[in-house]
């Protein structure tokens, strides 16, 4: 009697726990996510990690761009297709003769979400806000070009009326810059550089409040062609079209969600699973699968960055320029692209990417295992003899690690030296690089604007960005002077490869390619054109259905 | 027994405050602040960082004003997530960790224990052999394979299930669950089959069916409680280990639990947020171990005499 | 019939102490099973410490324009993505993975039981401060604690061995620790306790025999654990780096791959899963013959 009692119980659980299961597991609803997103009008999009914040003065990461991209709108955009600047909130501008003062005329029907106009002194206040010392914005540095701009973030002056931005009217700002900067409009679409709506700041904290919850759905206020409406975080940030934008006649998706998609594989499947029109990687290994079955969703392009190794030049072997030299000729690019990448990127022979509008790096280099081994021969190494074990510092990830494994081969059977692969958490790696505790270490730059500038500015002498005690005046010299006072393009561009030559000729840093983008992307979007700075541009995006 | 529990519970302050102040210093000291980046931050930059985060006091000072904000509730800002606090992070993730540790618990205990006592009432057949086979594979096949392979097959190659996602289409709640109790059901298998045979091997199980108690009766009443000890003691650590280890599942299956957090906090150096999870998390062990010795107390009797005898 | 729980016994069994582990060795040689798992890990010993006589490749070797290929004749269980010889690597693999599994399995086990034993067997306040200790540890952030471990360290296998000890630990303590409370209250051991044996002598010839049971399947559930967590460190940053490997990164890689080239997650699982399950027989078989009440039969 108990017995059964108590065993129709226990039926009754495993019955219960297995309806549970089976009832969650009703079956799809006919339509992907995708499919309804396309009648909808909501492009679906895998956006890498999950955004730190959207305060467009604070944030700092390439997801956060995209995102806040989308809410706000600086003084010009860029076409997705030439990344040409066009007229954002700014409708026209003017620029001097010599290049150091920029007139822009603001249209007058920018609104912000909250139906208040977008005016010069919007720009001026927001301005003041990303140079403020207090607030510690990482990025303030974009506005540096401007009169007394860093003087003012650097705390040496303290009163904003003399950094170089003007209010003339509402409509009007005068920017006046130290030197002829030929590559500031660019900057101008740089999220560092965009309003933002100091009643809302206000109303949440001070101006130069980093921890106020102002930047929240629900709370913000922003001038650009989508207005925030959800943000789960590590789920997903939903942003709607934003009916009081100034051209949100020509808009035609109704909303945009981002999911974040930190695991490649996982985004890999959700983007099969029919949840996303568009992925921010592709997992290398499927490349030639994906490129047989579908090369319609193949997305692959070349991207304004490289990928490269570096040397501590202050520690011995590595002091000498023989032994960065044999160890940069005796890599097969060609081999590792092939292989490791799957035939997806360009071997670097220099830091700048090529075809940087219209800029072309020198190639000082070749590669040449035979070179290599006399080179080492020379430096007292003959057959990599006495050579020290020395190690590869990378940060954790898969593809850094294949990369190195192959390299590290390479070394090995090409110069007959040993050395040790060692991968660190990114945090680590960072301080590792920053106190030059390292052999050779992986790195990457992405440009942040199309400039040969946005690389070989890393380079200058004790350079933040330096990282490998690498000096030499006459690079300074150029860098810091002569190349932002010429304004000639190509007499400009004549000095960065005269800079990049010395740069090549000491090897600091070992290019192995140039990067590119790689998306998977549903051949139901339109106007989404993959560009070197894989930049979006949500305005020319639509949907359509039937593709 | 009142006074053990009370008992208990008390010492539970020092526990988490020990474990406070020791990820405090922990992370303090660990490489890389919460500020380092690729590109490189100028020093006014940083120094203005620091004062927003009070980091510019003295690391003593910095602790003391953390106890006293922790002690109204206040867990402070997040480093990484500039205008979200700490503990509104956590309220956020944890409904959603927790739901998925009971899911998978439920998966866990259900398939672990029937797994384990089918295994053991015929030792070495083949009714023990195949629950405690499948049991063995269960323990060899780590979350970060099992996740992904339950979503190829039932997500990608049959269809069935949504391969992502928490609560936002039907039946995305399936695969996380049983990819994270997956583990934790073949332990219980194991843990409860040598329970039971360790019971069923004592006298008094052997008098019970000599009085000519029904096979099942006995199975039940005498040597379920018993048998299922290392069960229940194994339970309240595999709970909150559950929660802790819920960032693989999480991670496979894009929910935002606060396993997430908690990961992306050490790998951030997101000083408030580390703290925070940990506090949290220290208190939710304690108080695990805890049920799980007073449902092991209570279930055995010998001990059970002994509490209510106060000791 | 013999009894183990009356003192006349437990006299008895006392000298008698030397020859439970013969008498283990002659019921484990009964149990087919056990053998059958001894003899399948002495063979994978076997092959890992003579790895450089078995195959014809380096466990580094390269082939780049080879890449992944499925097993074929000159490859057997086919090739990584860099053109290695898998089976090389799997027999390579196994030597980290086995070393891994067994010093820091013995480190956990060794402090575990002991920790646990003496918690539960001396109770109290004693016990109540072991236990309150061994929650905190569990409560710190784990990758925190290795991150600094890796820094103040550097990179050491030693160190990942105790890194993997130091948390698995913990679990055991509280296992043994519950047993041993359990079997403090029974009968046997307060009459050993009248008898006028010391705690120690106690705890070595009457408790822990008695908790060999639970202890070794937890061992087998332990030494997947650890296999698998070396690989997470690993992973980290801590503990081996490329090119050299272990069964537990070889099946991480396998994963990110499983579609396009399944042969490097199967066979790396494939190895893993059957020195366990050979691990498993023979701990199911030791427990058996280990079994102070199995004497009966």
Redesign the interface.
Known sequence: MTGNIVGNWRIGLVAAVLLLLVGCGGGEDGLTRVQQGNLDGVLHFGNGTEPEGLDPHIVTGVPENRIVSALFEGLVTKNPETLEVEPGVAETWEISEDGTLYTFHLRDNARWTNGDPVTAVDFHWSWNRILEPELGAQYNYNLFPVVNAEEYANGTIEDFSQVGVTVLDDYTLQVQLKTPTPYFLQLLDHYSTFPVHRPTIEAYGTMSDRLSPWARAGNMVSNGAFDLTEWQINSHIRVEKNDTYWDADEIDLNAIVFYPTENLVTEDRMFRDGQLHRTQEIVLDRIPVYRAERPEIVHIEPWLGTYFYMFNTTKPPFDDVRVRKALAMSIDRNLLDESVMQGIVEPAYALVPPGTLGYQPPKTFEQSADRARELLAEAGYPNGEGFPEFEILYNTQESHRRMAVAIQQMWASELNIMVTLVNQEWKVYLENQDNLNYDISRRGWIGDYVDPNTFLDMYVTDGGNNKTGFSDPRYDEIILREAPATLDRDARYELYREAETILMEAMPILPVYTYTTKHLIDPSVKGMPVNIMDHVNYKYIWLDPDA | MWRFIAFRTLQAIPVILTVITVTFFLVRVAPGGPFSSEKAVSPQVEAALERQYRLDLPMYQQYFTYLADLAQGDMGPSFNFPGQRVDELILQGLPITAELGLYAMLVAVVIGVLAGVIAALKPNSIQDYIPMSLAMVGICMPTFLLGPLLVLVFGIWFDWLPVSGWGSSPGDKILPSITLGAMYAAYIARLSRSGMLEVLSQDYMRTARAKGLPGHVVVIKHALRGGLLPVISYLGPAFAGLLSGSFVVETIFQIPGLGRFYVQAAFNRDYTMILGTTTFLATLIVLFNLLSDFLAAWLNPRLRYQFSKGK | MTDTTTPDNLLAATPKGVSLWQDAWVRLRKNKLAMFGLGFLGFIIVICILAPWITPYGY?D?D??L??SAPSAAHWLGTD???RDLLTRIIYGGRISLAVGFIATSVALVVGVTYGAIAGYVGGRVD?VM??LV??I????F???I??L??VFG?NLLLLFLAIGAVEW??MA??VR??V??LR?QEFIEAAISLGLSPAAIIRKHVIPNVL??VI??TT?TI??VM?LE?FLS???LGI???NSSW?LL???G???????PWL?LFP?FA??LT??AL?FLGDGL?DALDP?ASRD
């Open positions: 580094e390269q780049l324009r890449g992944a993505t860099f053109g109540s236990m309150r929650d905190i569990y409560a710190l952030p990758m925190i604690f991150i600094l890796m820094v990179r913990l679990t509280r296992i519950g047993q409370q359990n209250q049971g639970p399947v937890y559930l997947p654990n698998l690989a992973f980290l940053g780096q490329p090119p537990g099946i991480s890689y994963v990110e791959s499983m579609e396009e080239y997650l699982g893993l899963t366990l399950f498993n427990r009440k």
